[in-house]
């Protein structure tokens, strides 16, 4: 095998351990930069339904309560878990892969009743009180999303409605029945805020830049090897060359040879100017024997 053939396979060998390391961590950076994009959008998505909910329990169901319709009539419009809901619900039309749910093991509303992984969570929170949130991802029907959630307590206001039927307002009662959605407890952990944001777009991102990124660094390392491979022939290869054909001709007797160029005073030029200097000696050592020999 050739010098240059070596150099080449060690240029390769080097090059692709290297671009292997890139490759391992640019991937694992790229994943987590898109996890912490998608967290981030979750994060958002729960402070906009909390303002939502703030804002209709310090807004809108003041002015609610005090209309008669209010006395009559269920207005579900009252209740800041359903202001967030609905919120949320309009902006699926035109983002079906996000969610928003306000879970529950025992609603008033059976449609707010938690799934079973829903219920995992809220257990999660119960045997785990001093957690204010959970990250995680799961398979959805839409694809692999990321969920961000968090425990919802019975606070005191929410124990007018949920801890005794016999307390609870009438037009709840008759909008919702009896059955569902009390006995709830101070400061218990009734359900769960859970926010889904799809992970389709963000990981397609990461993996089309991993490509890309992988891509360049190859074409990189190509042009590089390249680039040193010309360098190697015209400073290292081709001087070396010469000095090989002149050692193949004086051995066979040309010793009328010309010296050859030395430029520079690098290790090459201190390898030809030797080889002339040999020459040199050798083509005095040839012409005293001949002149002995006559």
């Known amino acids: 095998m050739k010098l240059l053939a070596k150099f080449n396979l060690l240029l390769i060998v080097v090059f ?11 991937r694992d950076f790229l994943m987590q930069n898109a996890q912490q994009q998608v967290t981030r959008q979750a994060e958002l998505m729960a402070a906009g339904a909390k303002a939502s909910r703030d804002y209709t329990e310090q807004e ?15 207005l579900p419009q009252t209740i800041p878990f359903y202001a967030a809901t609905v919120q949320f619900n309009r902006l699926r039309a ?10 529950t093991l025992n609603p008033t509303n059976l449609e707010d009743r938690a799934t079973d992984w829903e219920a995992d969570l809220i257990r999660y929170f119960r045997d785990h009180p001093s957690e204010q949130s959970r990250i995680g991802r799961r398979l959805s029907a839409t694809g692999e999303s990321l969920y961000l959630a968090r425990p919802i307590v019975a606070e005191p206001d929410c124990l007018i409605c949920h801890s005794n039927p016999q307390i609870a307002p009438p037009a ?24 889904s944001v799809p992970m ?40 070396l060359a010469a000095v090989s054909r002149s050692a193949d001709r004086i051995s066979t007797g040309e010793m009328d040879l010309p ?19 040999m020459h040199t000696s050798l083509k005095k050592a040839m012409d005293m024997l001949s002149s002995d020999q006559e």
């Open 60 to 74: 809108i169901s003041p002015i609610l309560e005090k209309t008669p319709e209010h006395h009559n009539t269920f």
């Open 172 to 195: 709840m009662i008759h909008h919702y029945g009896r059955q569902h959605g009390f006995g709830w407890q101070p400061n218990e952990i009734i359900g769960a805020q859970i926010v």
């Open 200 to 239: 389709s777009v963000p990981l397609a991102l990461a993996s089309r830049g991993f490509r890309q990124l992988i891509i360049n660094l190859s074409v990189i390392f190509l042009a590089t090897i390249l680039l040193i491979d010309l360098g190697m022939y015209f400073i290292v290869i081709r001087p």
């Open 94 to 103: 035109q983002f079906p892969d996000y969610s928003y749910r306000e879970a």
């Open 16 to 26: 692709g351990i290297g671009l292997a390391l890139i490759a391992w961590n640019s």
């Open 259 to 277: 010296p050859l160029p030395v430029k520079g005073k690098d290790e090459i030029a201190q390898v030809t100017a030797s080889f002339n200097r």
